[in-house]
Structure formats: structure tokens, C-alpha cells
């Protein structure tokens, strides 16, 4: 069982950043693939990015692209989701979870492929 925790939520003005934290337990954090969702009021959740074990590949949904960034840091059992330029349109409960097992590029954005979910962290734009 791998429990998941997110943080750094928050409200901010259109134009600013925020930092998200998800830290994650079990000894086997290296070899997890991680990835960040969201949903907004009203709607489906949606997959924003993901990062594979090593960190060597990342993968965004081309909204969030060039103004979010997704990172790693092993040795703390953590992944981190920088993002900037923030949108009103950017407002929902983000979530970050662990996919065991992810071959193909496109599997990261399916949600069925990843197995533990964090309860979420309310990011919320003003205009």
C-alpha cells in the first residue's frame, strides 16, 4: 500500500505560481511512476502531467505546457509540480498518484493505469 500526500495549495491571482508537493511512502519510491491530475468544479478529472521513474521522461497536456513542470526528488520520497503563469482556468482539486506499471507514452495520461490516488490540494485562480 503506498499512501500519498499533497500540499502546497492554495488561493493566488491570475499570473502568479504555486508549488505542489506530493510525498509519497514506501522504501520503493524510485521505481514509482507519478503523475498530477485534476478536476474542476463541475467536471471530469483530467490528467495535467507526469514524470517516469527515473525522471528521465515527463509528459504534459498541451494547456499546462511551458508553464508547469513536474520534478522529482527521490531521496525524499517526493514529486513536485512548479506551476507558473497560473489561469483562472487552472482552478480545481489536484491530485497526485502512483502508476506501478506504465509502458507506453500514452498510458500516462490514462487514469486507470495508476494505482494509489492522494486525497488532494485545492488550487484555486483568481482573476
Known amino acids: 500500500q503506498v499512501q500519498l500526500v499533497e500540499s502546497g495549495g492554495g488561493l493566488v491571482q491570475a499570473g502568479g505560481s504555486l508549488r505542489l508537493s506530493c510525498a509519497a511512502s514506501?522504501?520503493?519510491?524510485?521505481?514509482?511512476?507519478m503523475g498530477w491530475f485534476r478536476q474542476a468544479p463541475g467536471e471530469e478529472r483530467t490528467f495535467v502531467t507526469a514524470?517516469?521513474?527515473?525522471?528521465?521522461?515527463?509528459y504534459y497536456e498541451d494547456s499546462v505546457k511551458g508553464r508547469f513542470t513536474i520534478s522529482r526528488d527521490n531521496a525524499k520520497n517526493t514529486v513536485y509540480l512548479q506551476m507558473n503563469g497560473l489561469k483562472p482556468e487552472d482552478t480545481a482539486v489536484y491530485y497526485c498518484a502512483v502508476g506501478l506499471r506504465i509502458g507506453r507514452y500514452s498510458d500516462y495520461a490514462r487514469q486507470d493505469h495508476y494505482n494509489y490516488w492522494g486525497q488532494g490540494t485545492q488550487v484555486t485562480v483568481s482573476s
Open positions: 514524470i517516469n521513474w527515473s525522471g528521465g521522461s515527463t
Open positions: 514506501g522504501r520503493t519510491f524510485s521505481s514509482y511512476n
